[in-house]
Nanobody, 123 residues
Framework: QVQLVETGGGLVQAGGSLRLSCAASGRTFSSYAMGWFRQAPGKEREIVAAIRLGGGSTYYADSVKGRFTISRDNAKSTVYLQMNSLKPEDTAVYYC????????????????WGQGTQVTVSS
């Protein structure tokens, strides 16, 4: 119903920036919110940021507030994650996900997931 493809990951030095993109296809009109998640080596997957597609309400994990910005371009069915002042602890596989029902966005309960893109931040 909804397919998600993440791009933009790579290797960057601490203090640098990256912008991740998540392109959605399929029944994108059925998506109420999209989020970015990450899973670092040896750790569980965690929510990074999320955005409600209709009104633009956002959520950020405390660890990324002031550094990361989530945004969306509904016309392009794309959600972005601008990551600034990157730290080594930001190293992880980053996933985008979509909700197909109206529910709180600050949750791990999403309905569709992308394959992930690697972000590596060196010291």
């Amino acid at each position: 119903q909804v397919q998600l493809v993440e791009t933009g990951g790579g290797l960057v030095q601490a203090g640098g920036s990256l912008r991740l993109s998540c392109a959605a296809s399929g029944r994108t009109f059925s998506s109420y919110a999209m989020g970015w998640f990450r899973q670092a080596p040896g750790k569980e997957r965690e929510i990074v940021a999320a955005i409600r597609l209709g009104g633009g309400s956002t959520y950020y994990a405390d660890s990324v507030k002031g550094r990361f910005t989530i945004s969306r371009d509904n016309a392009k069915s794309t959600v972005y994650l601008q990551m600034n002042s990157l730290k080594p602890e930001d190293t992880a596989v980053y996933y985008c996900a979509a909700q197909s029902t109206y529910r709180p966005i600050a949750t791990m309960t999403y309905d569709y997931w992308g394959q992930g893109t690697q972000v590596t931040v060196s010291s």
